[in-house]
């Protein structure tokens, strides 16, 4: 049953706003998107307003959720401060809009609790890990397809989250373009192939799609991924990240206590300077660095087998005995390795006796053993 923008409309007419105004009237709702059951969208209000619309957003959530044929919904809060806008006044006893709070009743007392004390662990899953870097391009999300195809080869029970929200690749490097369905509590199914429980932005919207989305529209859509998913009984999640230091990182700290992190990058200058930064950020935020792969470190010859430093060699593994954190390993720049991802085929599975797989497995098989005590106790 295809859902569409009017019938969204009609169902959020009925919410009010915290001043009593019907949703729709309030000048707060972006564009909707309504497509193959799939509903969303965002509620733009004024930072000082915030908390009191959250309750408003719940309410529209949960009202798009009952429209008969809809089957994922994501409604995001956007909080912005209008530019040039000064501080409100503090409260008086008879001032004030009934629940709409001033902003700095919004900030947190000193010495209040750490944005990390809203952590919670993922009901089933052992441990979440992050697989991260500090700029795009640099195989990223092949490693951590890979990677976590290692681990299953381990024995262990994986799940793969892509959360790279702007440009998810899980869907085609896994070759899965199917639309996850829900179960009887309204979570979503992840998809299955090659023995991981996977789920991906990309699963949800078109390839062409284009993600114009506020980073609170992120942090939102990162949540409900971890949230809002039935993965089961797991031993390790892997989430792979978009690239940077940005919302979905910090949503992702804040979230659930992440049991690691590993930093993808290649030889140059270049991408090292932003790996350092991934790894310090995840060390502001106490999460612990599993170690450095080095990606493309090498082009080896199809044909003759030569090795070539495209990008120079052994950048990373200096830049981990500086850091002090663990050296990984090194994937170099393969045409089986390129080729099987764009297939949806993933080298440690379409040639699992190969030299590749084999180098995959062993970066693997030092992350398993840096979770072992995680694991072993869930």
């Known amino acids: 049953m295809s859902v569409t923008q009017q019938q969204v409309l009609d169902s959020l007419a009925r919410i009010k706003s915290p001043r009593g105004v019907a949703l729709t009237n ?4 972006s564009a909707i998107s309504a497509a193959d059951g799939k509903v969303f969208f965002s509620i733009n209000v004024d930072a000082a307003e915030a908390r009191a619309w959250e309750s408003v957003r719940a309410e529209a959530e949960a009202a798009v959720r009952a429209i008969p044929g809809v089957t994922t919904v994501m409604v995001a809060l956007t909080a912005e401060r209008k530019p040039g806008a000064a501080p409100p006044p ?7 809009t009934p629940g709409v ?3 700095h009743a919004h900030k947190p007392p000193q010495g209040g609790q750490s944005p990390m004390a809203r952590q919670s662990e993922i009901p089933g899953v052992a441990a979440v890990i992050a697989v991260a870097s500090g700029k795009g391009g640099v195989g990223k999300s092949t490693t951590a397809l890979n990677l976590s195809l290692g681990l299953r080869d381990l024995g262990l029970k994986v799940g793969l989250l892509d959360a790279d929200i702007y440009g998810p690749s899980v869907p085609r490097l896994t070759g899965l373009h199917e639309k ?7 979570k979503m199914i992840p998809l299955r192939r090659f023995g991981l429980a996977i789920m991906s932005i990309g699963f949800l919207v078109e390839e062409e799609t284009a993600m114009i989305w506020r980073g609170p ?5 990162v949540t409900q991924m971890l949230r809002d998913v039935a993965w089961g009984s797991l031993d390790v999640l892997v989430v792979d990240m978009p690239p940077g230091t940005g919302d979905a990182q910090l949503t992702l700290a804040q979230n659930v206590p992440l049991k690691g992190a590993v ?7 270049l991408s ?4 350092r930064r991934g790894l310090a950020m995840f060390r502001k935020v106490n999460v612990p660095v599993l170690g450095i792969v080095e990606n493309m470190s090498y082009f080896q010859c199809p044909h003759c087998g030569t090795k070539s430093d495209i990008f120079g060699h052994g950048g990373a593994r200096h830049e981990a005995e500086k850091l002090g954190v663990p050296f990984l390993g090194e994937i170099p720049l393969h ?5 099987t991802s764009d297939a949806g085929n993933p080298v440690v599975d379409s040639e699992p006796d190969g030299p590749h797989a084999a180098i995959y497995r062993a970066i693997a098989g030092q992350v398993r053993d840096q979770l072992k005590g995680v694991i072993a106790a869930a």
């Open 90 to 96: 503090p409260p008086t006893p008879s001032r004030g």
């Open 263 to 269: 930093i993808v990058s290649t030889p140059q200058d």
């Open 272 to 275: 090292l300077i932003d790996a």
């Open 217 to 221: 529209m992120v942090m939102s859509a």
């Open 101 to 103: 709070q001033p902003v």
């Open 335 to 339: 045409m089986a390795i390129r080729a």
């Open 180 to 186: 996850p369905e829900l179960d009887g509590e309204r």
């Open 26 to 29: 309030a000048n707060v709702l």
